[in-house]
């Protein structure tokens, strides 16, 4: 089916129920419960969990089958945002041509930007990509004002002239983003009880399109391609002694990724039509490496977990502050409930950076492979006290 089969057709199965099925499986708690704070099932966090996911996969597909670690992807990001933006201005709302023209930008943008980081490999190669993307952040910034709209950032106007479409709204204002009639921004709810159910256009387009990238991904993995790459991660010396010139697969690998984080950007500007320079600063880049690592880097579905894990802290527990920590601890002594509220705080709210980077340390030291892994170890403990029931139950079964 589809040219896949085995783990790969579940794995994909599997992410096609998380992403089609995300508005339940993401509000598991009752609205009127306390604990419906760590509900994500809204429309923009949904969309940040797909669109940062396509990001992680593709990246991967760098990282996780060459080993080449790139510390400026966010450039790619950035420009495809800027591209999608530019498309919004010129030409119409609708989102296809803009995700179109993002992907080919940012393609052509990592042919520049690979051809010339990949002369170098290991630790070079990272310093190279972080130099291309602050100078890109920085023209971005200040030089490029006129293109990029510098600080402001580049957002949609009354005077914009669109060649297919109107620049100005039925209601007086600024059109919004839609596919062939359908607004990104409708959003249909569906109530059943204390329960309350969103269902949005643009978060179903960014999941069709992040299950396209992942079935996209599992096809270069098993193929001739990505066996190569793996031969240039395991020894890239031995495969030049042999003869073979590995830079043409790694850059086009280099390209591939590249483009898929400017499918990411043009997602990002459909959703909300606004670019800016800070999607292309070092931290959005160390930030879709710690997604790679964290789910597990060379695995199919680490990413998109890695992805989900760190955009959810980063909406649902950075949202946690003072009142809502003496809610919790009110039932203590006045003098433990602050000491209790003063140290939590220092993991939440602003300070849930220093909880990220907690996990990530444990993660790193103890799970190796990521989320992946500790999925696999905790499935191997399941079928593991499975096999020693039967095996008990086998040998106290008395003989016929």
Known sequence: MLGIKGKDLTLLCVVAVLALCAPFILNPFPQSSAMAQFNAGYPDLMQRFVIFGIFAVGFNILFGLTGYLSFGHAAF????????VWMFKLLSMNVIPAIILSVIVAGLFALVIGFVSLRRSGIYFSILTLAFAQMSFN???????????????????????????????????????????????????????????????????CAVLLL???????????????LMLRAVKSNQTRLNYTGLNTRPYT??????????????GGLLASMDPLAGAERMQWTASGEVVLMTI?????????????????????NIFSKINDNVLHQWFGGLPEGLENAVVWFTEHFVGSGWNLTLGLLFMLVVTFLPGGL?????????????????????????????
């Open 372 to 400: 992946v892994e500790g999925g696999t170890r905790i499935g191997r403990l399941i079928r593991g006290k499975s096999k020693r029931a039967e095996k008990k139950a086998a040998q106290s079964k008395p003989a016929e």
């Open 139 to 205: 023209l971005a910034y200040s030089v490029l004002t006129p293109i990029t709209n510098g600080e402001t950032g580049l957002q949609l106007s009354l005077d914009d002239p669109r060649i297919f479409g109107t620049s100005v709204s039925d209601t007086g204002g600024i059109p919004v983003t839609s596919l062939f009639g359908m607004e990104m921004r409708e959003t249909s709810t569906l109530s059943l009880g204390d329960w309350s159910f969103q269902f949005s256009n643009g978060y179903y387009l």
């Open 251 to 264: 850059l086009a690998a280099f390209v591939i990724s590249g483009m898929y984080a400017g499918l990411a």
């Open 77 to 84: 990001l950035g420009v495809g945002s800027y591209s999608a």
């Open 212 to 226: 396209v990238s992942f079935y996209i991904s599992i096809r270069i993995f098993r193929s001739p391609f990505g």
């Open 294 to 314: 964290l789910g597990g880097a060379g695995t199919l579905i680490g990413p998109v977990l890695g992805a989900g894990f760190i955009k959810y802290f980063e």
